[in-house]
């Protein structure tokens, strides 16, 4: 199994990253996904995930501001992050579920 996330970076309040998680070695259209991030000093925080028929569920804080998605056919999860904040700096992984594969993070910073 492996994960490997894409897209992150430095960006200003207020906007937007999309972020990319490229899985191989699994059957990838019958499993659940989900993001977690991890910011400077704090715990591990789960923020999205997404099943394999499509059903989408988030974290308060990011409710209405990221939308999860997936691409069976090129066996991708995305995480789609607008109107960043500062408090959304953190290192975000992409993670098979249950219990499976991480992917080794993309850092995300919200800065001006």
């Known amino acids: 199994v492996q994960l490997v996330e894409s897209g992150g970076g430095l960006v200003q309040p207020g906007g937007s990253l999309r972020l990319s998680c490229a899985a191989s070695g699994f059957t990838f259209s019958s499993s659940a996904m989900s993001w977690a991030r991890q910011a400077p000093g704090k715990g591990l925080e789960w923020v999205s995930g997404?099943?394999?028929?499509?059903?989408?569920h988030y974290t308060d804080s990011v409710k209405g501001r990221f939308t999860i998605s997936r691409d069976n056919a090129k066996n991708t999860v995305y995480l789609q992050m607008n109107s960043l904040k500062p408090e959304d700096t953190a290192v975000y992984y992409c993670?098979?579920?249950?219990?499976?594969?991480w992917g080794q993070g993309t850092q995300v910073t919200v800065s001006s």
């Open positions: 997404i099943y394999s028929d499509g059903s989408a």
């Open positions: 993670h098979l579920l249950p219990g499976g594969s």
